[in-house]
């Protein structure tokens, strides 16, 4: 009888409401198409000021970061929109649109540059598009595949990941950026081993957004509480202070003496520990694997020791878990870049940066670069506008809003820490050394080697699945095999 | 018991049982009508979704990295996924996660939904409470998940401590806690959807069946076997079928709690197929990898379709 | 539900006393539905009570569920730095308009492979359950290319129209009419109505529970989606929530309290959405697949 139930029962009331929905249902469907044509044009026609809208309202609320700058983000941002609604039509501003990834303490300084940019000359027009960091690599590479007509004019990459690009010819050859000193004088003034990251087998693919050499960070605080005066220089130190920063209560740590991420994305905190040992993931050529290298396995067998049997370090954590344990004094170094003053700030963390601890074999940070990149595909108006950019970029002016706003170190060889009264962070991620490598840069197997070979190999390593000589000798295999496929 | 109510309930998930019409106009007529409805969804699908099934199974025999032009390479993705142990990997742990999932889910769901068609205080909230975690996202809520699952200030670690499980070194980064946790928050997501399947299926059995099993002298759980159980299975089925579907296409709660860690414990075919396509730009092995899903997804239906059909035709 | 519970005791015709109504097993039936509710929401509840949270209340140990001290300044971020209130119009319009012609086009859809005879049906119907095995991951980079050369790339049309129908709601409905009694369309055969009349007056009527749980299922699905507007919109004003939250997610510090104010907005309509339709919900699928 329930079976009936169904339909006798809710039939009459229901009935006129079904209609009902139906009706509502082809209506929506004909507003959304509606929606859809009306709106194609506003896309094209409104994105410029729709874009830089979110941002513009975020630098006002980073009131010191701007002060210089962002006079008036409302009407500098309403204004090109209005000229590249007339440019639809013909004659005006050549578009590039932007892609970038950057957040948090970078966005406001961005925004006013970008505008500044913008006020500056009349020939082209910078349209910020912010999108997250994982899926702006994601979009590249579909609307690449799309013959690039989608995509950005100039995007945002790390320079470990271009060499992917240039491998398949999807990014712009610039050498005309940094030989042609008549339009763009300010590429003159940039760090050279900042332009050397910019460069794959003699050629230039990018131009620097930043540029920084990793250091420790460490809590003075915590540091001060155990009763160290100064930060680890060497490993040996580092072991010792390890050992008073690590505190284990009721079987497990209560703070970590370091946050050594060992994910994907932090693996690059392990490459200083294993070329100050000697050794490294693959050769400075990128040529051949160094993993099975004695040097790299006494390094690793210093390491992984210490964090898996004496617990300086979590395990697991990705790039914003650890930095989430430093920034609340749960773990008392870091191995950092410029991106953890403002958040450190924040988080009332009493911080020291200091090189990483000397090795075996010397001092040698790991040199980190954002770059912009511009897709093969830029028309020459585009790509002279990237250009543009990227020169206005590097010069006096916006280095002193980028780095004001941030704490970052300059791109330029002509500026130093004494420009900038207000920051006092600036020069503490200068470069530490002249030894200074990237990681990977231009190994087009690079990421492959990191997150399909190196990753799995050190977290097998810490959860104690073998011996750091065995599963490094077996992955340096696999990593030169990656290595010959890919040259 | 009354046969022809069960008879009724033959599945009804083989086409063929649509053909039951045995009056009304002719079949021309409704052919006509068919394909007239049919035609707005089948314009759609045919475009949108087996046109890109289509080029991802051309794709699938070429070598493409996404910004070059695929490169026709015969059955070379094929014969290299034979004799990838990350593929066998992926295809081992994709076995176990969806077997696992799937099985506990739908045995999890009927029990649940068991408890919550009997009459007791606060019964709204609990259906409500059940199903909630199916209407959220799980990319965001995974974000949630491993905040609780964290090792140092995770509070499912905490209380867990308290009664004494310990997860060592961390319950996404211990070898084999980590598939035990994306499981859970798989089954945990779903559940509540399964749940109202099931409620709604359970209060479709009539009555009286329940009351001549029980003049038969029948206890509660003899009753479940013999009334719900049987006239359940066609609803299993639809679940069942649901879930596999679902769950061999796992991929949100993964990527986001452990990457496919530790050292690809946690690497189902999805996961692999956006790691090898996406990052290693690898995108013809990647949808040769999509192949063998789709293979094991349809043995897998048919062998359920075939299993409670015949369970039910006993009855 | 009320309906339900008539049903189940429908042999106790006096009005039952306090203890009958509510006896010991019902008292521990409530108290196991409790504990699984709890288990349940946890993580909800979490991130509820964890968008109020400063960073080092979130990451201080012992760990607590409720907030050690209260703060709001997590959803002003968020409404500072995004333009919430747009992305919730797009997303809704989004969301909207891709569920209800959804309903539309698999209902009828799924009428014609349930109810009627036609050469091919099981052709088709094949053919759907094929469909709905392909990972989407797979599909994404073709499916853009096809936008692509159609020129619908960061266009509204182009965002939705590939959604306006699914395999999976036309599995579903289809299952679901294969349950309803075939008298009524037989008796409305019979007086010469058309088919499109059948379904309009008699069919879909008797579809009301698997339209809502079969909404509720699009809508929560596309509510939340995040790749796809991601890649086929290009600035966050013309984007849905998931993708302006994602912004939320830098490469190297994420603000967690932030992160969850913005999630627990963007799950609030679909909660209330929820709380409406849950009424007439579990009887949602109540035929489905069981006749």
Redesign the interface.
């Known amino acids: 009888?329930?079976?009936?139930?169904?339909?006798t029962?809710?039939?009459k009331p229901?009935?006129p409401?079904?209609?009902r929905?139906?009706a509502?249902?082809?209506v929506?469907?004909v507003?959304?198409?509606a929606?859809?044509?009306s709106?194609?044009h506003a896309?094209t026609a409104s994105?410029a000021s729709?874009?830089t809208?979110?941002s513009a309202?975020?630098s006002s609320?980073a009131p010191a970061a701007v002060a210089s700058s962002a006079s008036a983000p409302a009407p500098s941002s309403a204004a090109p929109a209005a000229s590249s609604a007339a440019a639809g039509t013909g004659s005006g501003p050549t578009k590039l649109?932007f892609w970038e990834?950057d957040?948090?303490p970078d966005t406001p300084s961005m925004t006013s540059i970008i505008n500044n940019f913008n006020k500056s000359q009349s020939k082209y027009q910078v349209v910020d598009?912010?999108?997250?960091?994982?899926?702006l690599?994601?979009?590249i590479?579909?609307t690449?595949?799309?013959?690039g007509?989608?995509g950005p004019g100039m995007f945002t990459t790390s320079t470990d990941t271009i060499s992917?690009?240039v491998a398949?010819?999807?990014v712009a050859n610039l050498d005309d950026f940094y030989s042609t000193p008549a339009s763009y004088p300010d590429a003159a003034a940039i760090l050279p081993a900042a332009v050397a990251a910019s460069h794959i087998k003699g050629h230039a693919y990018a131009i620097p957004e930043n540029f920084f050499d990793e250091g420790l960070c460490y809590n003075k605080d915590l540091f001060a509480k155990a009763g160290i005066a100064t930060p680890p220089a060497t490993w040996a130190d580092f072991a010792t202070d390890a050992n008073k920063l690590t505190i284990i209560k009721?079987g497990?740590?209560?703070q970590y003496a370091i946050a050594l991420g060992d994910?994907?994305?932090t693996s690059q905190f392990w490459q200083p520990l294993l070329w100050n040992g000697g050794g490294g993931v693959v050769s400075d050529d990128g040529k051949t694997s160094l993993l099975g290298d004695p040097k790299t396995i006494s390094a690793l067998q210093f390491w992984v020791n210490g964090v898996k049997n004496l617990h300086w370090s979590?395990?697991?954590d990705q790039?914003?878990?650890a930095?989430?344990?430093f920034?609340?004094?749960?773990a008392a170094m870091f191995p950092c870049?410029p991106?953890?003053v403002g958040?450190a700030q924040?988080?009332?963390i009493n911080l020291g940066v200091a090189p990483m601890p000397a090795g075996p074999a010397g001092n040698f940070p790991w040199a980190g670069s954002i770059v912009f990149a511009v897709p093969s595909t830029d028309t020459p108006e585009q790509k002279a506008a990237a250009e543009a950019f990227g020169d206005f970029w590097n010069n006096k002016a916006s280095q002193f809003i980028f780095s004001n706003g941030n704490g970052y170190p300059t791109t330029r060889t002509d500026m130093t820490p004494a420009d900038f009264p207000n920051n006092p962070w600036v020069g503490s991620f200068s470069v530490f050394a002249s030894t200074s490598k990237y990681y990977l840069a231009g190994v087009p197997a690079g990421?492959?080697v990191n997150?399909?070979v190196f990753?799995?190999?050190l977290?097998?390593a810490?959860?104690g699945?073998g011996t750091v000589q065995d599963l490094f000798t077996s992955a340096s295999k696999a990593a030169q095999t990656l290595l010959d496929k890919n040259p | 018991m009354s046969t022809t109510e069960i008879a009724r309930r033959r599945p009804s998930f083989l086409p063929g049982h649509s053909n039951q019409g045995k009056k009304g106009r002719t079949p021309r007529g409704q052919s006509r009508a068919a394909w007239l409805f049919l035609s707005p969804s089948l314009l759609i699908l045919g475009v949108f979704v087996v046109y890109p099934i289509g080029r991802a199974l051309y794709l699938s025999f070429t070598r493409y990295?996404?910004?070059?032009p695929p490169h026709w390479i015969g059955l070379q993705n094929y014969s290299t996924l034979l004799k990838d142990p990350?593929a066998r990997n992926a295809i081992k742990n994709t076995v176990l996660y969806g077997a696992v999932t799937t099985i506990g889910g739908v045995v999890l769901a009927l029990l649940i939904a068991v408890l919550l068609n009997q009459r007791f205080p606060f019964r709204g909230i609990a259906r409500t409470a059940v199903f909630v975690p199916f209407i959220v996202s799980l990319s965001v809520v995974s974000i949630a998940w491993s905040y609780l699952l964290?090792?140092?200030?995770g509070l499912l670690t905490y209380w867990g401590?308290k009664v004494g499980i310990s997860a060592g070194?961390?319950f996404?980064?211990?070898?084999n806690l980590a598939m035990v946790s994306v499981i859970v928050v798989g089954i945990w997501k779903y559940l509540g959807f399964y749940v109202v399947m099931y409620l709604a299926a359970l209060?479709?059995?009539?009555?009286?069946l329940y009351e001549a099993a029980a003049v038969d002298g029948a206890g509660p759980v003899r009753r479940f076997f013999t009334v719900t159980w049987p006239l359940l299975s066609n609803q299993t089925m639809l679940v069942a079928i649901i879930a596999t579907i679902t769950n061999l296409q796992v991929f949100d709660q993964i990527f986001v709690l452990t990457?496919g860690?530790?050292?690809?414990r946690t690497e189902t075919l999805v996961v692999m197929m956006y790691?090898v396509g996406?990052?290693?730009?690898q995108f013809g092995y990647a949808a040769a990898l999509s192949w063998v899903l789709v293979v094991m997804l349809m043995i897998v239906s048919a062998a359920q379709v075939a299993y409670f059909r015949r369970r039910t035709v006993q009855y | 539900m009320v309906?339900a519970s008539i049903?189940l005791r429908s042999s106790s015709a006096k009005r039952p006393s306090w203890q009958s109504r509510f006896s010991l097993r019902q008292g521990i039936y409530a108290l196991v539905a409790l504990s699984l509710s709890f288990a349940f929401l946890l993580p909800i509840i979490w991130m509820f009570f964890a968008s109020f949270r400063t960073?080092?209340d979130?990451?201080?140990?012992p760990p607590k569920l409720f907030p050690r001290s209260w703060t709001f300044d997590n959803y002003t971020?968020v409404f500072?730095?995004?333009?919430f209130l747009r992305l919730y119009r797009n997303t809704f319009?989004y969301a909207?308009?891709v569920t209800?012609?959804s309903?539309?086009l698999d209902s009828m859809a799924g009428y014609a492979l349930a109810r009627l005879r036609f050469r091919g049906s099981s052709v088709i119907f094949f053919t759907i359950i094929i469909l709905l095995m392909l990972p989407f991951q797979v599909t994404?980079?073709p499916l853009?290319?096809l936008m692509?050369n159609l020129g619908l790339?960061?266009?509204?049309?182009g965002l939705?129209i590939p959604r306006?129908t699914n395999a999976f709601g036309i599995f579903f409905m289809r299952q679901f009419f294969l349950g309803?009694?075939h008298d009524?369309e037989d008796a409305a055969r019979i007086d010469g109505a058309s088919e499109w009349r059948i379904f309009?007056?008699v069919i879909?009527?008797?579809?009301?529970?698997a339209?809502l749980a079969l909404g509720l299922f699009y809508f929560q699905g596309n509510w939340n989606d995040?790749?796809w507007p991601?890649?086929m919109t290009?600035?966050?004003?013309?984007g849905t929530l998931p993708?302006g939250l994602?912004?939320?997610?830098?490469?190297?510090?994420?603000?967690?309290g932030v992160v969850m104010a913005g999630s627990v907005l963007s799950l609030l309509p679909v909660i209330l959405l929820f709380l409406i339709v849950q009424k007439s919900f579990v009887?949602g699928i109540?035929?489905t697949g069981t006749?």
């Not at chain 1, 598009?129 to 899926?135: A, D, F, H, K, R």
């Not at chain 3, 790339?153 to 049309?157: D, F, I, W």
């Open positions: 009888m329930s079976s009936t139930d169904l339909p029962t809710p039939g229901r009935s409401l079904r209609g929905a139906v509502v249902g082809v929506a469907m507003f959304g198409v929606a859809c044509s709106s194609k896309t994105s729709e874009s809208a979110p309202s975020a609320s649109i990834f957040n948090g598009v912010n999108i997250n960091y994982q899926t690599a994601q979009k590479l579909v690449m595949a799309a013959g007509s989608d992917q690009y398949n010819g999807s009721n497990r740590p209560s994910q994907n994305d979590p395990i697991g790039g914003p878990a930095q989430a344990l920034d609340t004094g749960r870049g991106w953890v958040t924040a988080g009332h990421t492959q997150n399909d990753v799995p190999a977290d097998k810490l959860a699945q | 990295s996404l910004v070059k990350a964290d090792p140092d200030i401590s070194q961390g996404l980064v211990n070898p209060q479709s059995i009539p009555r009286d990457q860690g530790p050292f690809f790691r996406f990052q290693n730009l | 309906a049903r960073i080092p979130l990451s201080a140990y971020q500072k730095q995004l333009p319009l909207g308009t209800l012609s309903l539309l994404l980079v853009y290319l692509h790339v960061n266009t509204v049309p939705i306006l309803l009694p009524l309009r007056t879909a009527p008797l579809a009301r529970p339209y995040l790749i991601l890649i290009n600035t966050v004003r013309d993708a994602s912004l939320f997610n830098g490469q190297h510090n994420i603000n967690y009887q109540a035929t006749k």
